[in-house]
């Protein structure tokens, strides 16, 4: 009997700790992934404490995750051991449902949720749905690829989606886990891009990022500086602050739109790191290894991981 090291939480808000699991062989339409590495994300957090609906304990958080198919179920086409790919939030479709049939794959109305419905990334093996697969593209590894699944394919997918066009005005809210990789795609999509940050610390960095402009919304009135920049096209907003958004959103021009955080399918998740690798963006990561699990996952609640805590087993080629 082959075992594998897994984090699990035995009950809401319990404490994230590391067990051995029996490896199994996937059932039909699901591949078996060795984990790479897996990002600490914020949403972590709802499923640790029990606030998913139907979730079931103990229960294994992770959805940003990176690593090599390493066995394939019975019908699984398309794919082969030893390819490198990526898995989000969105954990598989039932492609029968109204919304797949009209390939509104994230509407599914089975959706299922990886680190909810099955067992996420904390560990060294995961099972899904092979429709919740997307390529990693060379040049692109496994621990940059990892915080991309979530964090980067939301800020992706929500700055193509708008109205905004090369050279138009688009402000970050926030520089932090998503914010600082929406500062770099918004610049390498053309955007000429704000970055409204707390602080002087944070205004550098975005200014490194990218950034052609920097309001600190500590010191400054955001919305004045949005409209003397000419207003902005697209207030995309990373931080869940209520008083943040409101404070901005007087800064938004002609057609303005206020963008939250809409998820995206394992295309848009193929399409977020392809857009990374060709564009040379990466976040920024502390690495610990999956057994510091716990101490990664407190670093990311208390907001002081710079930006995201990615965990690596010993399969993790840099
Ligand atoms: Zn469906
Ligand atoms: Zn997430």
């Known amino acids: 009997m082959t075992t594998f090291r897994a984090v699990q939480v035995t009950s809401p808000q319990g404490r994230l700790a590391l067990v051995d699991r029996t490896l199994t062989d996937p059932a039909p339409g699901t591949v078996r992934v060795a984990v790479e590495a897996c990002g600490i994300c914020h949403s972590d957090a709802i499923f640790v404490d029990g606030q998913w609906p139907g979730l079931q304990f103990p229960l294994t958080p992770g959805h940003e995750i990176a690593g090599r198919i390493d066995a394939l179920g019975a019908g ?17 479709y039932c492609e029968q449902c109204r919304s797949c049939r009209r390939g509104e794959l994230v509407h599914c109305e089975a959706r299922m949720v990886t680190g909810a419905t099955f067992p996420g990334g904390f560990a060294e093996y995961v099972v899904a749905p092979a429709n919740a697969l997307a390529r990693i593209p060379d040049g692109l590894s496994a621990v940059d690829a990892a915080p991309l699944a979530c964090a980067g394919l939301t800020m992706f997918n929500s700055l193509r989606r708008t109205g905004a066009g090369p050279g138009d005005l688009v402000a970050i809210l926030g520089i932090g886990g998503l914010g600082h990789l929406g500062v770099q795609f918004a610049v390498k999509m053309g955007f000429r891009t704000v ?109 002081q991981a710079r930006f995201r805590v990615v965990l690596t087993t010993a399969d993790t080629d840099r």
């Not at 040379?280 to 208390?302: C, H, S, T, W």
């Open 76 to 92: 699984v086409q398309g794919w082969r051991e030893g390819e490198r790919v990526a898995i989000g939030a969105s954990g598989g």
């Open 195 to 303: 970055a409204i940050a707390r602080g002087p610390e944070k205004s550098h960095l975005a200014r490194e990022l990218g950034a052609h402009h920097c309001i600190d919304s500590l010191t400054s009135d955001v919305a004045s500086e949005l409209q003397s920049l000419g207003g902005a096209r697209v207030i995309a907003a990373t931080a869940t602050n209520a008083e943040a958004i409101s404070a901005a959103i007087g800064g938004l021009g002609l057609h303005g739109e206020l963008r939250g955080h809409p998820v995206g399918d394992s295309n848009d998740l193929e399409d977020t790191l392809n857009f990374a690798a060709l564009q040379g963006i990466k976040p920024m990561v502390e690495v610990l290894p999956l057994e510091k699990a716990a101490d990664g996952y407190q670093r990311m609640l208390a907001n």
